[in-house]
């Protein structure tokens, strides 16, 4: 490596870091106002993209290159500002008083409707944009020929920066925004049109994703994967920079890039005779980054400890099973051991009670650190992931036996829960989704990229269980027993001493503390228990598939598993086991049949959050509470 | 008798009749009435819980509320969002002050400041940073200073002062001398004394007796979300003995 | 035999806010049996004091002794489990758990038993949770959700859960705020009479006069970080320098008032 190339990845890591600036400013912009994590934000960025590498083109015949370009730029810009004003109109304003929880999954509902719209209006191919006119060229510097476009790109950031800090600063409008990120009904109160303000503010944020995205068009082709991709590194940056302030998140980007940048630079080198593609190391060092700075300042480099969230309405007591409840799950636990038999009159129905045995389990421990914790994971499906490929890479490169296969996919989960677990726990609300949801992405990544042990984009086949879990029926019985044995643990300790604390630690950290307990550590196992028991599902799944892939690690997985959760209701213990069953059976059936199954996924979780907050149980409680009103009067 | 959509000169300031209102899921008031003079100071008093604040946040539209009838100088306000409320003359000092922590004394009072000639809707006196900082000296010499960085009574102060920017008819005090030095207290009484006597409506939530008796002609004392007892300020005291609620310990 | 070292002994503490002295050079100590208000105006150094004995804030000098032994810059939760109390100004409790479960779960805190995984914690600590709901007045509500109760109750629970630790000294972060007169002196009542049978030593902040006049053994007053009276409440009340910088009274106030 020369010094030339790393001045040339010091300048590409800039002008990265330019547009990672644009998106996490803008959503730290509108957390700051609006208190909502715009999931979507990933998505105005993609969509800033999309409409300039079509806009350009077209202005460009009548207008000429340059002026189609840079019009191009401004229009999508636009675009995507009006697009951010509708969308708060329309969908945000409906949820400033929701809990957090459904804030977060609207934006993410969000997310995927416009994916999906964006694949209707684009088709799957990526595109590639028009070269910048006027700044194609190159510039010399030190003797080295730089891109033009890298170098405007790179002055561009900071230039963003300060008109942010002047707009904030020096204006009204910058006043009332700082002001309304305190404390925005005492903004109203002063007879300031606070619905306008949100809608101006959500419109400004948008843009500027919209207007980084735009200005990418020369650089890379506009790609359905962005949207979760720029969300994820925003994240990082976010969390890293520290929430709300602007200059923590150009100085994060900055950071970040630049490592990037630095392994890439580094390329492919040789150690001990094993060749190494550092640039995968890129990913590894953005998570060292994060780590290094979480350790040293919790808050992230700028930001400060956020104001307690609304939570929502305490939940009611938890209560054991009554005798018709026992009952109840007796019987259908008798019904799901009988499956192999129903099988033999409905073949389709083992497979299907295979599905909901996994997912059941797979909601379960998410609903543990997310109900009883308190604690939204969005990345949740990363340790189902481990388990699954730690289970098939021990199956089939290692040759264990079913049994240690299986253990050492569940090792490797809790290893990677307690790993990611200890730095999430740290950390508060919409950080600890944040994180969450970031650590997965890395996850994904790095299994998407470590061909040699994970397979890649193809993942790892043949993954079959030995005798006596080789047959149809072996496989599931095992499964429902490891299932049924997960899901009473889980349920067991809730109402043990453990999880009376989880569930205190949530309510309350400050008189958990001062009663001597020790909240971090209560919350850090128990998401290395719930990741342990994630990865007991994954790697359940990766023998019942035969195969795994990337896919079983993605976020939209981890979205699954809230919205299980969510569509069974999160106030109670069964919800998601309901929630797990309903899910499945939405998923293989209807889901099946369409190409834009995500914005319908998308329109399912927009209905629970808007229209049934509590979800199946919760719906059954109110229905039994009516009826016993009923019966009464 | 139905709101008139103008204001009347002969209408009182406040009148409410029939309120209802919300905290979250739950129903805090029970079809309260109340009725604030021009000019009048009137004291809402009750423990803790008992639907003060929500009663003063649901004038100003910060509480989920219905009511027979909510009218401000004779114009109903009871479809209209907060910051309507707040251009048509009402002042909000809410509890705990929620000063704008991060912003300069100055930057708070602006915020207050009324804008625009397009809502030209009669409001109360005029005031300005000169004439508000005239009414609290001690606010004079911190312009520059971030609101974070003032004490408790110092923020009281300016929570009042940025609510007469807008240039109120009406001012509703929540609680106005909660975990204020005794010294403190003392000067917003005299304050709020100089406001009443330039022509303001007050109507001021309180547990301390000390103010509302300098202050106030009547009182409400309110009681799980219902008017208990209504009258004079000199028959409280032997109202709210009995009560349990009011005075001393 | 010597005397009995007090509870609580803060000796010369001082505390620095970039540049701006917000304690200085503060001791005071606390007999078992007492009931000590710390008062003063805003911004003059409660909290900061107040944080410190509760170990949230480290002092740049000075040191904290409970009974005999430094404490100084241990950890809230450690000095938890010396046998401190706490209460807060807006009280804190576990709001999805019934009364009896709040504290139940202060109880197995206590006796460091929060990881057990597989006993119900509903049959652990029952009966002693039971009595102390009963000698705070909340015996008849155990079974209600805490979110379901009233704030003079929930205050009332708070207290319940700061003594289950068998704290030897209690500090209650105003104690009464937030209620109305007449729960203010039966809450005020409750910590004098539970003082007095316990042999605890309370410290607390407060913006009641009526309750630190009427209720405590003697107060401290805090100006700009600065100790500037510690005695007997009536001796405390008439000094004129307190007087002056807190107090007031060219009004007549309410102690004015027959």
């Known amino acids: ?633 | ?249 | 035999m010597s005397a009995p070292s007090p509870v609580l002994a803060v000796r010369g503490i001082a505390k620095s806010y970039g540049g701006v002295r917000a304690l200085d050079g503060v001791s005071f100590e606390i007999a078992a049996g007492e009931l000590l208000a710390l008062i003063g105006p805003n911004g003059a150094g409660k909290s900061t004091c107040f944080n410190i004995v509760n170990g949230q804030l480290r002092p740049d000098a000075g040191t904290v002794h409970i009974l005999g032994r430094d404490v100084t810059g241990l950890p809230p939760r450690r000095i938890a489990g010396l046998g401190v109390g706490r209460t807060f100004q807006v009280a804190a409790v576990f709001p999805s758990m019934t009364a009896l479960e709040n504290v139940q779960m202060a109880l197995i805190a206590a006796r460091r038993g929060v990881f057990g995984f597989w006993h119900p914690a509903r049959r652990i600590a029952r009966e002693e949770a039971l009595a102390l709901l009963e000698q705070t007045g909340m015996g008849a509500q155990a079974e209600r959700p805490a979110a379901a109760l009233a704030y003079g109750d929930v205050k009332r629970l708070e207290l319940a859960m700061a003594l289950a630790g068998e704290p030897k000294l209690l500090l209650m972060d105003e104690p009464t705020a937030g209620m109305a007169a007449g729960e203010r002196r039966e809450m005020i009542a409750l910590v004098r009479r539970l003082t007095r049978a316990r042999g605890l030593a309370v410290l607390f902040t407060e913006h009641s006069m009526d309750v630190v006049f009427g209720h405590a053994d003697r107060a401290i007053v805090l100006a700009r970080g600065r100790l500037i009276a510690d005695g007997p409440v009536d001796a405390v009340r008439r000094d004129p320098l307190v007087r002056e910088v807190y107090l007031g009274g060219t009004r007549p106030g309410r102690e004015a008032r027959p």
């Open chain 1, 1 to 633: 490596m020369s010094l030339d190339s790393l001045l040339f990845q010091a300048v590409n890591g800039l002008a990265s870091a330019s547009g990672l600036f644009l998106v996490a400013a803008g959503l730290s912009v509108i957390f700051g106002v609006t208190r909502i994590v715009n999931m979507a934000h990933g998505s105005f960025y993609m969509l800033g993209l999309y409409i300039a590498v079509t806009l350009a083109p077209l202005l460009g015949e009548h207008l000429g290159g340059a002026a189609g370009f840079w019009g191009g730029i401004a229009g999508a810009t636009l675009a995507v500002a009006l697009l951010g004003a509708a969308v708060e109109r329309v969908l945000l304003r409906r949820l400033y008083n929701a809990p957090e929880l459904y804030q977060l999954l609207a934006t993410f509902a969000l997310l995927l409707i416009i994916n999906d719209a964006a694949l209707f209006l684009w088709g799957p191919e990526d595109i590639l944009g028009p070269r910048a006119p006027g700044l194609s060229g190159s510039v010399e510097l030190l003797g080295r020929r730089l891109p033009q476009y890298d170098v405007f790109l790179a002055l561009i950031g900071p230039v963003v920066l300060v008109g942010l800090h002047l707009l904030l600063t020096r204006t009204r409008f910058g006043r009332l925004i700082r002001a309304a990120t305190q404390d925005r009904e005492m903004v109203a109160a002063l007879g300031i049109n606070e619905a306008l303000l949100f809608t101006a503010v959500f419109a400004l944020g948008a843009g500027i994703a919209g207007f980084g995205g735009a200005l990418q068009m020369a650089r890379e082709p506009a790609s359905l994967s962005l949207d979760l991709s720029v969300l994820g590194e925003a994240f990082v940056v976010v969390v890293v920079g520290g929430m709300g302030s602007i200059k923590g998140a150009y100085l994060a980007a900055v950071l970040v890039a630049e490592v990037k940048a630095l392994c890439t630079a580094l390329g492919v080198i040789e150690i001990a005779g094993y060749t190494f593609n550092m640039s995968w190391l890129t990913l590894v060092a953005e998570f060292l980054v994060m780590a290094v700075v979480l350790v040293l300042r919790p808050h992230g480099l700028f930001g400060r400890a956020l104001a307690a969230t609304k939570a929502g309405e305490a939940e009611p007591p938890l209560l054991p099973l009554d005798r018709r409840g026992r009952a109840l799950v007796l019987a259908a636990i008798l019904l799901f051991a009988a499956m192999p038999l129903i099988g033999m009159f409905f073949r389709y129905a083992p497979v299907l009670a295979l599905d909901m045995v996994i997912a059941a389990l797979f909601a379960a421990s998410l609903h543990f650190v997310m109900g009883p914790g308190g604690m939204a994971s969005f990345g949740h499906a990363a340790y189902f992931g481990l388990g699954a490929y730690g289970t098939a890479f021990a199956a089939t490169q290692l040759g264990l036996s079913t049994p240690l296969a299986f253990a050492t996919g569940i090792g490797t989960a809790a290893a990677g829960a307690a790993l990611f677990g200890w730095f999430c726990v740290r950390l508060e609300g919409v950080y600890f989704t944040m994180l969450t949801l970031a650590f997965a992405q890395i996850v994904w990544s790095i299994v998407y990229q470590w061909e040699d042990v994970t397979g890649g984009s193809n993942g790892l086949f043949g993954v079959w269980p030995d005798w006596p879990f080789d047959s149809r029926a072996g496989l599931y019985l095992a499964a429902l027993a490891v299932a049924l044995g997960g899901l009473a643990l889980l349920r067991r300790i809730v109402f043990a001493p453990f999880g009376l604390a989880l569930r205190a630690g949530r309510d309350s950290r400050l008189r958990a503390e001062a009663s001597g307990i020790p909240v971090a550590r209560v919350r850090w196992l128990s998401f290395a228990l719930a990741g342990t028991l994630c990865g007991a599902a994954g790697g359940l799944f990766a023998f019942a598939k035969g195969s795994i892939s990337p896919e079983a690690i993605s976020v939209g997985r981890s979205i699954d598993g809230l919205v299980m959760v969510l569509l069974g209701g999160v106030q109670s213990l069964m919800g998601p086991l309901l929630g797990a069953g309903a899910f499945t059976l939405l998923q293989d059936t209807v889901m099946r049949e369409t190409d834009y199954w995500r914005a319908l996924l998308g329109l399912v979780i927009l209905v629970l959050v808007l229209l049934f907050p509590f979800g199946i149980a919760g719906g059954l409680r109110r229905v039994a509470r009516l009826r016993r009103a009923g019966g009464a009067r």
């Open chain 2, 1 to 249: 008798m139905t709101a008139s959509p103008v204001p009347t000169a002969m209408a009182p300031m406040l009148e409410i009749d029939g309120l209802d209102a919300w905290y979250g899921e739950a129903q805090i008031l029970f079809g309260l009435s109340l009725t604030v003079g021009r000019g009048e100071a009137v004291a809402l008093v009750g423990r803790n819980g008992a639907g003060k604040s929500t009663t003063l946040k649901a004038i100003i539209g910060l509480a989920r509320r219905r009511a027979r009838r909510l009218a401000l100088r004779g114009a109903d306000i009871a479809a209209l969002p907060t910051h309507a409320i707040a251009r048509l003359g009402v002042g909000y000092v809410p509890e705990d002050r929620r000063i704008f922590t991060e912003l300069t004394v100055a930057e708070n009072l602006d915020l207050g400041r009324r804008t625009g000639a397009s809502d030209a809707a009669p409001r109360g006196p005029r005031w300005s940073v000169e004439e508000v900082v005239a009414l609290f000296p001690n606010l004079g010499g911190m312009l520059d200073r971030p609101g974070g960085q003032m004490s408790g009574g110092e923020q009281q102060m300016l929570s009042v002062a940025r609510a007469l920017m807008g240039d109120p008819a009406l001012l509703l005090l929540d609680e106005p001398s909660e975990g204020v030095a005794p010294i403190v207290v003392e000067q917003m009484i005299d304050a709020l004394l100089r406001l009443k006597a330039s022509g303001l409506s007050l109507l001021i939530s309180e547990q301390n007796s000390a103010l509302c008796e300098a202050i106030c002609e009547r009182a409400y004392l309110i009681e799980q979300g219902e008017l208990r007892w209504q009258g004079a300020m000199d028959g409280l005291a032997a109202a709210s003995e009995t009560a349990g609620i009011f005075g001393k310990i």
